[in-house]
């Protein structure tokens, strides 16, 4: 058997005698419930092959579903026309989407002998289509639609050109207004869309294609894009010998759009992790646009610390913040858009967990996996420092130079790397939020920064920036950037710094904050790294160790 990499098609497929990872199940189950849904999920995530499994399964195509669990369950004796819309198009220049389309309704008035005038409008000679298959066949047409949301989508995200994607979501928009007339008028009966953004308000869906059941938050659908553990096990249990089983989950699995209790594998990162033999960022080489990255940095956005749900989050105001709500998570216009959304539709996010409350419930969400958590900070660390690799190893040093407890040269080094950062950001944030970012930063890309919601309940750790705790060398490590704002003539300007700086570290050495720490019986290193706001960048360093 052959591994399907490359293959969206599920007739060439099983032609081909590759794997195929049995979802069918699930699919008998959502077309015996109802007739009109839609998918979100990120790209490469199989949704393409879904759809194609759905159009032979209405197409009566049986010999291709022998041994699966639909085999003995479906009514062969029925066959479904079908029409199949995808996007894949780049759709640079104004009429790009409208020549893209009625390329494909000609190739389908070809294939179904439909003769219509090829000065007609794409939504005309769809209806007419669609028309012409009703009364050819007396049955309802069955519509599919992969990447709905390319045209206008993928375009923004890569070119931020914000006039032609709204022209081109209008556009789009008055073609799904068809489909849905044709649902009315009941030429169209089965309806299955999918696409990366989710079915909120600014969706061009709302307006055309309303009548569509969004089955992203069902559980039963949970599983139908993506690979659980034990289909892996089962369907690739001879290529998956030779790597450490693990590690795999160690990298790969995290994704959830239900409860997050059963986590899913990326089938892109799988299959080319089997192929291969080697763990690498596989999905995200491919998916990594910039302009999120660089709306962050408009934003003032120089980490992602507060973009994963805590357990509750106190905010500045003193109240609570329980995790994110559905609409929150799948909220998607071209010009207002929150980063949690963007994230989570992109694959960077994930449900890690599902709260039930007294009203809706409240997701909490976190990066899907580690190599995706790294591979996000390490595009933002080249963003911040200009050069990743040269900050990568920077970084390292200045672990070792802790484990080494080198206090003296760890001052010196972290003021050099400080110094010699871009210091174009500076204008967007304060200088101590941005070097606290960009060494939060540096770590997380690291994979060296230790975290949990521990602070979450300490407010005073608020003040200036939150500590970041660093576990290395069976050693742990507690930094906090302090930059002491004081007043009066340079003698008292000294005496309240002093005093400043030994209530900070007070604070930290009583704070409830090192309990969780303490209970690993390694030794304990508190360090306040002190900005000078005035002179805009490091005093000194002041440090004290506790042993337990």
């Known amino acids: 058997m052959k591994l399907p990499i490359g293959y969206d098609n599920f007739e060439d497929l099983r032609n081909n005698q590759c794997y195929y990872v049995d979802k069918t199940d699930i699919i008998f189950d959502m077309m015996s ?17 879904l759809v194609s499994t759905i159009q032979c399964l ?35 220049h104004p009429n790009d989407l409208e020549d893209d389309l009625n390329k494909q309704m000609k190739a389908l008035e070809e ?9 007609s409008t794409p939504t005309y000679r769809f209806e007419r289509i669609v028309r012409h298959l009703h009364e050819q066949t007396g049955e309802q047409v069955s519509v599919l639609i992969d990447d709905y949301d390319y045209p206008y989508f993928n375009h923004f995200m890569n070119t931020e050109d914000l006039e032609l994607a709204e022209k081109n979501h209008d556009y789009i928009d008055g073609f799904y207004d068809t489909i849905k007339y044709c649902s009315e008028s009941e030429d169209v009966g089965f309806i299955f869309v999918t696409g990366v953004v989710g079915f909120s308000h600014a969706c061009p869906l709302r307006g055309g294609l309303d009548n569509l059941l969004d089955i992203n938050a069902y559980e039963i659908y949970g599983n139908i894009c993506g690979f659980t553990d034990h289909e892996i096990d089962s369907v690739f249990a001879k290529e998956i010998k030779t790597l450490d ?14 409860n997050g209790e059963e986590k899913l594998y990326n089938p892109y990162d799988i299959l080319h992790l089997l192929d291969t033999q080697k763990f690498d ?12 990255y660089k709306k962050l940095l408009k934003q003032g956005i120089f980490n992602l610390e507060n973009i994963e749900d805590d357990e509750y989050r106190k905010l500045s105001d003193g ?10 998570m799948i909220s998607f216009d071209l010009e207002l858009f929150t980063t949690k959304s963007i994230l989570f539709q992109l694959g960077y996010l994930t449900i890690c967990q599902k709260e039930p409350t007294d009203t809706l419930p409240q997701y909490y969400l976190r990066f899907s996996n580690l190599y995706v958590r790294n591979g996000v900070y390490k595009r933002l660390l080249d963003i911040l420092s200009g050069d990743t690799d040269k900050a990568i190893d920077q970084g390292k040093t200045l672990i070792d130079l802790l484990a080494k407890n080198n206090f003296d040269e760890f001052e010196k080094k972290l003021h050099s790397y400080f110094a010699n950062s871009p210091h174009k950001h500076y204008k967007k944030t304060s200088i101590i939020d941005y070097c606290h970012s960009l060494l939060l930063t540096t770590l997380y890309a690291l994979n060296a920064y230790y975290t949990h919601n521990a602070y979450a309940h300490n407010e005073e750790f608020y003040v200036d920036t939150r500590p970041i705790p660093l576990l290395h060398a069976g050693q742990v490590f507690i930094l906090k950037f302090k930059a002491p704002i004081v007043f009066g003539d340079e003698n008292e300007k000294k005496i309240k710094k002093e005093e400043d700086i030994i209530d900070t570290m007070k604070e930290m050495k009583e704070s409830s904050f090192l309990e969780k720490y303490k209970e690993l019986k390694e030794p304990i290193h508190l360090l306040i790294i002190v900005f000078d706001r005035e002179a805009r960048h490091i005093d000194r360093l002041v440090h004290e160790s506790i042993h337990t």
Request: glycine fraction near 10%; aromatic fraction near 18%.
């Open 33 to 49: 419930q109802g007739r009109h849904y839609f998918l979100s999920r990120p790209k490469r995530f199989g949704k393409s092959l």
């Open 58 to 92: 209405l197409e009566g195509k049986k010999e291709l579903f022998k041994g699966l669990h639909i085999e003995d369950k479906w009514d062969w004796s029925k066959k479904t026309p079908v029409v199949k819309i995808g996007f894949t198009g780049d759709y640079k």
């Open 111 to 119: 294939e179904h002998g439909a003769k219509i005038r090829d000065s």
């Open 245 to 258: 089983r693990d590690k795999i989950r160690h990298w790969y699995s995290g994704y959830s759009w239900n």
């Open 281 to 292: 960022d596989w999905w995200f080489q491919k998916e990594t646009p910039t302009f999120m």
């Open 319 to 328: 109240s609570t913040s329980y995790g994110t709500r559905h609409r929150d």
